[in-house]
């Protein structure tokens, strides 16, 4: 499944980086701490969190993740998103919740 | 090779810098993918730890062909019980910090878990150096 398909199923709005939508999503991770991701998160994964700062980009990038989902109608920083655009790993958004959002992906992707 | 990054302590701007570019050489080095995810998660720990907790830093990355040998050297506080700060979930992170998602207590047991060896020297008042290394193979 590719993150494009993820998008339109849970109708996720797109803030940046489109050309990353073609990406391959293996999974996904779901965690508002940092060094948690980065220890346990996967290559191909979709990340789910509530943080907006551009360090969650530098943490996506590091571990090749596919594409960030931000909850409950959060927004990026400007700077996230200029980073997304460089990395190409996109960042959507969802006004759901970390819990119910997490669910639907595990259902499309089990 | 050697490689040498400086690191300026709560420039969060900046944490993960020197990650991506060990990182990029690495790949361009051919090493295996798996060791270099490894490299990645402890090297970003301990970047970021001297972001969170230090006021400045050197991180020196020594490549050779059976492995990379890291060194972080930070002017900082130091940590005055070394086994206390490798317990799982301890964290002196300010709060400021924690919000943003980092100062979980993961960082120590991160780079332990991912390190072939990995040994801290600390002096309270002056500063802390880790030593990690991981192997290619």
Known sequence: MKVKDVAEKLSLKIFSAPEGLNREV?????SDLLSDVMGHAQEGHIW???QTHKNIMAVASLKDIAAIILVKGFIPEPETIELSAQEGIPVLGSSSEAFELSGKLYEMLK | MLLEYKVEGGDFTQAGYASSQIKKTLKQLNVDPAVIKRVVIALYEAEVNIVAHAYRGVIYAQVEGSGIKLRLE???????????????????????????GFGAGMGLPNISDNADSFKIESSVGKGTTLYIEIKFR
């Open chain 1, 26 to 30: 293996t999974g996904g991770y779901t």
């Open chain 1, 48 to 50: 789910i969190t509530l």
């Open chain 2, 74 to 100: 930070d002017e900082g506080p130091g940590i005055p019980d070394i086994e206390r700060a490798m317990t799982p979930g301890f964290s002196t992170a300010s709060q400021q910090v924690r919000e943003m």
